[in-house]
């Protein structure tokens, strides 16, 4: 049995009750790709909903605790040292184009260490979450990023526009949450993208540390202009020396 703390438990709950509505108004998506006005301004409005909801049932038990969110950006409550991170929709753009490959992301922040993650792909009813020092889970099953240490094996993602390497295996699937669950399973050996959100990689940094890999420090960088290199251990230093100009 999976010991878990309250505050992970309440951030999937809140995951689950979103995504009820972001799989209801999928379905709408996918009808209005033949429309003429097109999806777009009903997505910003489902985008919009699933932050509402997710910030809602957070705040249910969590009343102090402050939000950055990448739709209504920050909310300072009287605790600005525990901040929920969420991205109420990653993979917007495959959602719009009724692609069933996007999450609800949320993260808890505490003194600037991310300590809890939550990445829930609803489609394909796939929950990876992390705690600090109690390691990553996809449902129940613990995690393990992959043990290969050979370049040519290994199967990288980024989402970068316009990158490709000759050297990496690549896959751009259009969710940058989702890569580094991947990584943390060990689907994919390593993700790299520059100039990202927090937003976009806070839980997810914390699913591949906390499954054995390695990830940059990313205190480094502003919120919205990091550079992350996220890996199996046994592949990183060949990673980052192949990227040591990107």
């Known amino acids: 049995m999976i010991s878990i703390s309250s505050n992970l438990n309440v951030m999937i709950k809140a995951a689950e009750k979103a995504s009820k509505s972001l799989i209801r108004d999928f379905g709408e998506v996918e009808k209005l790709q033949v429309s003429k006005k097109g999806p777009r301004d009903f997505v910003t409005k489902t985008d919009k909903r699933v932050e509402n909801i997710i910030i809602e049932e957070l705040n249910k038990t969590k009343k102090n605790y402050s939000f950055l969110s990448e739709e209504i950006g920050k909310i300072k409550n009287k605790d ?23 999450a609800v992301c949320i993260a808890l922040q505490s003194k600037k260490e991310i300590i809890s993650g939550l990445i829930f792909d609803p489609i394909k009813d796939e929950m990876f979450f992390a705690e600090k020092n109690k390691g990553s889970y996809l449902n129940n099953q613990r995690l393990r990023v992959s043990n290969k240490n050979v370049i040519d ?4 993602s980024t989402n970068s526009d316009g990158v490709r390497f000759s050297n ?24 790299f993208h520059n100039d990202i959100n927090i937003w976009d990689v806070a839980a997810g940094s ?4 906390e499954a054995g890999g390695v990830v940059n420090d ?23 020396k192949e990227l040591e100009n990107f």
Do not use: Q
Not at 153 to 156: E, I, Q, R, S, Y
Not at 224 to 230: F, M, S
């Open 80 to 102: 600005e040292e525990n901040i929920w991170i969420i991205d109420p929709i990653d993979g917007t753009t495959n959602f719009l184009h009724g692609i069933p490959h996007f």
């Open 206 to 209: 914390l699913l591949v540390r």
């Open 168 to 191: 990496f295996n690549m896959r751009y699937t259009g969710s940058a949450a989702l890569d580094l669950a991947y990584v943390a399973a060990g689907r994919f050996d390593g993700f």
């Open 218 to 240: 990313l205190n480094k960088f502003s919120n919205n202009a990091i550079n992350i290199r996220a890996s199996s251990d046994g592949i990183n230093d060949k990673m980052l």
């Open 153 to 156: 094996d290994c199967l990288f």
